[in-house]
């Protein structure tokens, strides 16, 4: 091993346990901000101010403008880990290109869309939890599911355009092969797009986005200018693996599941706490932050065996791409230099991949990939 491999490696393995306890401590966080909100009286406060406002006929501007308030006061006690996440760590670890102000403006373009996310989804489960008291949950899970849907269809070409430039990819060996690749696997996209990450990062990435007329295959500049095309192909058919493989119909049904049980026990535990904690109705959104915890800690605990599943499906999209290859050579190339460029703990620790990580190890995924 030289001095080089073993000094990413060891930064990789600090890089990421730094990260796993950034992301405890702001789960302690975030508790504790809930339960300081709901029971300080500042969510009431709010709650009966914009009431009085608005007046009670005009409870849907009483919900949308709470969670637009909520939503920014949250974002600006959590910004410090925000900034120090996603500037101060990556800068350290050479993993960003970005001015403060290039960070800056892409935190608060993603809060500006989180805003908006979120002022409709917590507008329409309000008004289903006043409409349809008993079923809302139900009616919920489906409308989460399809404004998933919608989300995902115009994501790159509404939201994802807002953080990186993307271009078609220039005519070239690897347009060609890329088009006889999704050819043969029956595949039809949008196009081939060069993902401009290299003036932010120095990560590399691919991926398909989109859904349905959305459709494309996007292949990060990093990417296209580090790799040999055997190993960008290796990729690409990794993703065709779960195009065939069925992944996003898997991921879909999951996720409706998921969904449906959350709801659902988010309902008992909102019914519970409203009653336990004299919070008044369950469609009062002053109760906001006890509902929100119930879905947190349902996600919490549903998130090792989703995780579970997608390791899995992982693992059947790299098959695939070795069964397309022919050999595993090229995957296990492009994954080794993916885990390096991109600072990634090739052997986390079992208990931590378990809970946390949707993609098996590196180490696992070479291992597998070469032995079947």
Same mark, same amino acid.
């Given at each position: +091993?030289?001095?080089?491999?073993?000094?990413?490696?060891?930064?990789?393995?600090?890089?990421?346990?730094?990260? /796993?306890?950034?992301?405890?401590?702001?789960?302690?966080?975030?508790?504790?901000?809930?339960?300081?909100?709901?029971?300080?009286?500042?969510?009431?406060?709010?709650?009966?101010?914009?009431?009085?406002?608005?007046?009670? /006929?005009?409870?849907?501007?009483?919900?949308?403008?709470?969670?637009?308030?909520?939503?920014?006061?949250?974002?600006?006690?959590?910004?410090?880990?925000?900034?120090?996440?996603?500037?101060?760590?990556?800068?350290?670890?050479?993993?960003?290109?970005?001015?403060?102000?290039?960070?800056?403006?892409?935190?608060?373009?993603?809060?500006?869309?989180?805003?908006?996310?979120?002022?409709?989804?917590?507008?329409?489960?309000?008004?289903?939890?006043?409409?349809?008291?008993?079923?809302?949950?139900?009616?919920?899970?489906?409308?989460?599911?399809?404004?998933?849907?919608?989300?995902?269809?115009?994501?790159?070409?509404?939201?994802?355009?807002?953080?990186?430039?993307?271009?078609?990819?220039?005519?070239?060996?690897?347009?060609?092969?890329?088009?006889?690749?999704?050819?043969?696997?029956?595949?039809?996209?949008?196009?081939?797009?060069?993902?401009?990450?290299?003036?932010?990062?120095?990560?590399?990435?691919?991926?398909?986005?989109?859904?349905?007329?959305?459709?494309?295959?996007?292949?990060?500049?990093?990417?296209?200018?580090?790799?040999?095309?055997?190993?960008?192909?290796?990729?690409?058919?990794?993703?065709?693996?779960?195009?065939?493989?069925?992944?996003?119909?898997?991921?879909?049904?999951? %996720?409706?599941?998921?969904?449906?049980?959350?709801?659902?026990?988010?309902?008992?535990?909102?019914?519970?706490?409203?009653?336990?904690?004299?919070?008044?109705?369950?469609?009062?959104?002053?109760?906001?932050?006890?509902?929100?915890?119930?879905?947190?800690?349902? %996600?919490?605990?549903? +998130?090792?065996?989703?995780?579970?599943?997608?390791?899995?499906?992982?693992?059947?999209?790299?098959?695939?791409?070795?069964?397309?290859?022919? %050999?595993?050579?090229?995957?296990?190339?492009?994954?080794?230099?993916?885990?390096?460029? /991109?600072?990634?703990?090739?052997?986390?620790?079992?208990?931590?991949?378990?809970?946390?990580? %949707?993609?098996?190890?590196?180490?696992?995924?070479?291992?597998?990939?070469?032995?079947?």
């Amino acid at each position: +091993m030289t001095d080089h491999k073993a000094n990413r490696e060891e930064m990789a393995k600090e890089y990421d346990a730094i990260n /796993n306890r950034l992301f405890l401590i702001q789960i302690l966080i975030l508790i504790v901000l809930l339960a300081a909100y709901q029971f300080s009286g500042a969510s009431a406060a709010l709650a009966d101010g914009l009431t009085e406002r608005f007046g009670e /006929n005009l409870w849907y501007v009483t919900n949308l403008v709470y969670t637009v308030i909520s939503v920014f006061g949250f974002a600006a006690f959590m910004m410090p880990f925000s900034y120090y996440s996603g500037y101060v760590l990556e800068h350290h670890y050479g993993l960003s290109k970005e001015t403060f102000g290039e960070w800056f403006g892409d935190f608060f373009k993603s809060l500006m869309i989180d805003l908006v996310l979120a002022g409709i989804l917590f507008s329409v489960v309000y008004a289903l939890l006043r409409l349809i008291p008993t079923w809302w949950w139900l009616a919920a899970a489906v409308f989460y599911i399809l404004f998933a849907v919608v989300l995902s269809t115009v994501a790159p070409v509404v939201i994802m355009p807002l953080f990186h430039k993307f271009e078609p990819l220039e005519e070239g060996d690897l347009t060609e092969a890329v088009r006889k690749m999704m050819t043969q696997a029956g595949i039809n996209v949008v196009g081939v797009y060069k993902w401009g990450l290299e003036e932010k990062t120095t990560t590399a990435n691919a991926a398909f986005a989109g859904f349905g007329k959305t459709k494309r295959i996007i292949l990060g500049d990093t990417l296209l200018s580090g790799y040999s095309q055997e190993e960008i192909l290796s990729i690409l058919a990794h993703e065709i693996g779960h195009y065939k493989n069925k992944d996003t119909t898997r991921l879909m049904f999951t %996720s409706a599941v998921l969904a449906l049980v959350g709801f659902f026990v988010a309902h008992h535990c909102l019914v519970g706490l409203t009653q336990i904690f004299n919070l008044g109705e369950i469609y009062n959104i002053a109760a906001a932050p006890a509902f929100i915890f119930s879905l947190f800690v349902f %996600s919490l605990i549903s +998130m090792p065996f989703a995780n579970m599943h997608s390791r899995r499906r992982e693992f059947a999209a790299d098959a695939y791409a070795v069964k397309e290859m022919g %050999s595993p050579e090229s995957l296990v190339s492009a994954l080794e230099k993916l885990a390096d460029q /991109n600072l990634s703990n090739k052997e986390p620790a079992p208990w931590i991949e378990f809970l946390l990580h %949707s993609h098996p190890s590196m180490t696992r995924r070479i291992e597998r990939a070469r032995n079947g």
